[in-house]
């Protein structure tokens, strides 16, 4: 708890929250378009809003750190 909340890392904690945000929106609202392939047939298949967002969160949790930030230059501009 103390290490992840130490004030030199609070920033740092609160732009990749954002950036996650933002990568989920995009997702989202591109309706699946920019997901990978597998991750894409998984939302094809969702039954509903709820889960077609989990689709979605699960791709962005499946990227690390580096590449969130890789997606993020790519579709967030």
Do not use: C, K, N
């Amino acid at each position: 708890h103390y290490v992840m909340r130490a004030d030199d890392r609070v920033e740092q904690l609160a732009d990749q929250r954002d950036l996650l945000r933002s990568l989920v929106s995009h997702l989202v609202l591109g309706g699946g378009r920019d997901l990978e392939p597998e991750f894409e047939a998984d939302l094809r298949r969702a039954p509903d809003d709820a889960a077609a967002l989990r689709v979605v969160i699960d791709q962005v949790a499946s990227l690390t750190d580096v590449s969130a930030r890789l997606w993020a230059d790519r579709l967030l501009g």
